[in-house]
């Protein structure tokens, strides 16, 4: 079953050609994605960000565009020929970097069901347990390489926080592709709730975000904005996760005002 059909670069598609080795990546998507811990713990991690902290979406939906979205890139990436070097440090396959990325994309948000503050320290060690029964059943792994798998899993995980430095370059794809979960669904639930801060109404500003080969760089991220609101939700939280995410010289960001009445911003470039 696909996870989903492309569309602006934005949904993994299985049964696509990607510019990388797909079936174990494949497999694994299937197994998390029916998998009864997992699955309570991506419902059960919004209670604290949501309904109690009062937060964006860091649930299921977060999740699966988050997870997305890392493999767009990481494909847009491959085809760039933009190397990756955290399976490749740790004397692990090519075909386990999308491996990586998509365990460290489903489980990066975990410790919200301990607490929305220092979430990403929370996240370790429950996805190092989970990391723990998963990889052996699997059956690609044995006990060296599932101790070095879930070692790069964890390192993406713990830099998806903007205080940490990605040492790797799949570290960096997680990093910047939790900020890529930009549009209005990602403050739908608080925007509903009354919210008006400033990231909620960037976030209802932001139309859409496509991801395609770019013009000079392996990737051009394209964000359509409704108005000049989106250009706080682009420059404070997507430029951030960029800067120093090591994918800095491989990705190009343009942002669009696509309604012509609102002049103060047209288009950006980033």
Do not use: W
């Amino acid at each position: 079953m696909a996870e989903s059909s492309g569309n602006g670069g934005r949904e993994y598609d299985p049964e696509a050609e990607h510019n990388f080795p797909d079936e174990r990546v494949n497999a694994v998507l299937e197994e998390i994605r029916t998998d009864p811990e997992i699955t309570t713990y991506l419902e059960a991690q919004n209670v604290n960000a949501v309904q109690r902290k009062g937060y964006n979406d860091h649930g299921t939906k977060h999740i699966e565009i988050v997870r997305n979205r890392a493999l767009c890139l990481y494909d847009l990436l491959k085809g760039g020929d933009v190397a990756c070097n955290g399976a490749a440090d740790q004397g692990l396959d090519e075909a386990d970097e999308p491996v990586i990325l998509a365990l460290a994309a489903t489980l990066h948000d975990i410790g919200h069901v301990v607490h929305r503050d220092d979430h990403v320290y929370y996240s370790i060690p429950l996805a190092a347990d989970l990391l723990d029964r998963l990889l052996p059943q699997l059956g690609f792994y044995d006990t060296e390489e599932s101790v070095r798998l879930k070692a790069e899993v964890l390192h993406a995980i713990l830099c998806h926080h903007t205080a940490e430095d990605p040492l790797t370059t799949e570290a960096g794809i997680i990093r910047v592709a939790d900020a890529l979960d930009m549009e209005r669904g990602r403050s739908r639930i608080p925007y509903e709730k009354g919210g008006r801060g400033i990231n909620t109404l960037s976030s209802q500003a932001i139309e859409n975000v496509s991801l395609r080969p770019g013009d000079g760089k392996a990737v051009l991220v394209e964000i359509e904005m409704i108005n000049a609101a989106g250009v706080y939700q682009v420059d404070n939280l997507l430029k951030a996760k960029l800067d120093g995410s090591g994918l800095d010289d491989h990705v190009r960001i343009v942002a669009v005002n696509t309604k012509s009445g609102d002049q103060l911003v047209e288009r950006i470039e980033l």
